[in-house]
């Protein structure tokens, strides 16, 4: 079997977005973005160690990454850059990787995480040839899980109470999607 690689970083288009490689100029607007009061609720604070500069060098390197597929979510309309999907923690034995995503606030409630996240699964299973993709959620993040669940993912387990903000017990949600599921589901979308 052909091993594949992240390394080519491709343009995936659909009806509202757009995902394309990063740059170090995306830095500023993604600054923003992890600084969101939402964003920072569901994904924990970023360490102190997180400069603008540290920043401008991750996105900058994104491209040259094989092993992982970070992509902009754009706005198909404007341009305006407003998230990030992820591949990562790539397994090539079997096939499998974790998933992530974000959206800043003007990218949210109008179906565009929707769309980036079922582009970015596609071409995983149809492209790059995965079998599973898995990610974790927080349990009250309600928003992502029904987005996840549009695209297919299912719930594996529950890790109860396995982090806390606030004072309050969070759960961590295990979700994961199967290349045959995804192959059924698109099948009945057409």
Known sequence: MRRMTFSVKPLLTGEKTVLRPFTADDADTMW??????EVVHFTFPANGE???????????????????????VTDRTTGELVGEVVLFEWDPDSRSCTFRTLVGPRGRGRGLGTEATSLIVGHGFSHLGLHRIQLEVYGDNHRARRVYEKVGFVVEGVRREAMTRDGEWIDEVLMAVLDREWAALSSTAR
């Open 32 to 37: 923003e973005i992890i600084g969101d009061p």
């Open 50 to 72: 997180l400069t603008l500069e540290r920043l401008r060098s991750w996105y900058g390197s994104r491209s040259e990454q094989p092993d992982r597929l970070d992509l902009a």
